[in-house]
């Protein structure tokens, strides 16, 4: 899995963050900014990104410094949980709406630091925050995690739309960056797509997901889920699994925990599963990059 983790202290603020790239989207987030706090909540969700961030530092002033020194920090953890960057794609890029907002983000692993920052924000503040804090986030993120990055705003009314466009589009660039996950489909089995009531749903959503992206898409299995006790319901993933096989999809095991639990049955119960469904093989992810898993015969 990559993941990292880190303190940093200045004369200003403390901030301590652990980050899983390869995670549920879970965010917990505490910077005594209610507004950076929003937006990285989203921005761990709309990336699939396990994010911990907890700040301090001189609010009596502003906000400035906390929010600057919190985009040198998730950037140098992206930076540390990317490695030598192997198996990764150099380039992502999405346009991303947000109500009358529409904001481009493309971005360029190069190990140079650029931000092109082209967002004209009509109010100086959202509630509190002081809004040309934005780009001072994101120049701490690719000072740190050294990078090209375009944002440009090509519609936008509402400050508040156009900089949560900002956040979520960095996030959802990330599946084209993060290329050896591929575009991971979170539908573990206690996933809310599993609840859906209609079988007929969720076989029409696999054929269409499958027939967008035939050699990119990976059904996941999260053995989190599994320790958790799904293994002791009857299985609606077993019904999906058999479909993915019919369509010729591949699947790919993940762990969102270390814990003895997860190590000995959530994995065992995700071959297990993953067996049951006709499959004699999966994915998993390292820091190397996604590693073929062959069952034992």
Known sequence: MRTSELNRETKETK???????DGAGKGTIETGCGFLNHMLTLFAVHGGFDLTVRASGDTDVDYHHTVEDTGIALGAAFAGALGEKKGVNRYGSVILPMDEALVLCAVDLS??????WDVPLPAARVGDFDTELAKEFWWGFVRSCPSAVHLR?????????ILEAVFKGMAESGPDILGHIDLITKFNSGGAFLDEADPRYKKAA??????????KTLLEINTGAISRGYRETPYPALF???EWRVLGGELIITSDSHSAD???FGYAGAIELARAAGYDRAFTLTREGRLELPFDP
Do not use: C, D, F, M
């Open 15 to 21: 901030i301590g963050l652990s980050l899983n790239l």
């Open 111 to 116: 190990g140079r630091a650029y931000l092109g």
């Open 153 to 161: 705003e090509l519609a936008g009314e509402n400050t508040h739309h």
């Open 206 to 215: 696999l054929a269409a997901l499958h027939a967008a992206h035939p050699e």
């Open 240 to 242: 999906l699994l058999k």
């Open 262 to 264: 997860t190590v000995v």
